[in-house]
């Protein structure tokens, strides 16, 4: 069982920056694949990123594609999503979430997941 607390939201211009990190409990960290998912009300929840445990393996949504960057330290029991370029059709609800197992990219796929902090991009 793994817990999950995300921090880093806020209101920023476009073009802008943020980090979001996401602190987990727990002592096998290590052992989960880590996502970031956002959603818009209305929508579906999208995957952003997700990284292996060892932090060699990453994915990212076309659209966020060489603008954010998924990494982990494993040591501190965190996850962090850098977010540069940042446009107003970014803004969204942005999810932490945890999985053990094979890797995987929808969000029903996720077995644990934080409260989600408010990203806000304003034109």
């Known amino acids: 069982q793994v817990q999950l607390v995300e921090s880093g939201g806020g209101l920023v211009q476009a073009g802008g920056s943020l980090r979001l990190s996401c602190e987990a409990s727990?002592?096998?960290?290590?052992?989960?694949?880590m996502a970031w998912f956002r959603q818009v009300p209305g929508k579906e929840r999208e995957s952003v990123a997700q990284?292996?445990?060892?932090?060699?393996?990453?994915d990212y949504a076309d659209s966020v594609k060489g603008r954010f960057t998924i990494s982990r330290d494993n040591a501190k029991n965190t996850v962090y999503l850098q977010m540069n370029s940042l446009k107003p059709e970014d803004t969204a609800v942005y999810y932490c979430?945890?999985?053990?197992?094979?890797?995987?990219?929808?969000?029903?796929?996720?077995?644990?997941w934080g409260q989600g902090t408010q990203v806000t991009v304003s034109s």
């Open positions: 727990g002592r096998t960290f290590s052992s989960y694949i």
């Open positions: 990284i292996s445990w060892s932090g060699g393996t990453t």
């Open positions: 979430a945890a999985r053990l197992g094979i890797w995987k990219t929808r969000f029903y796929d996720y077995d644990y």
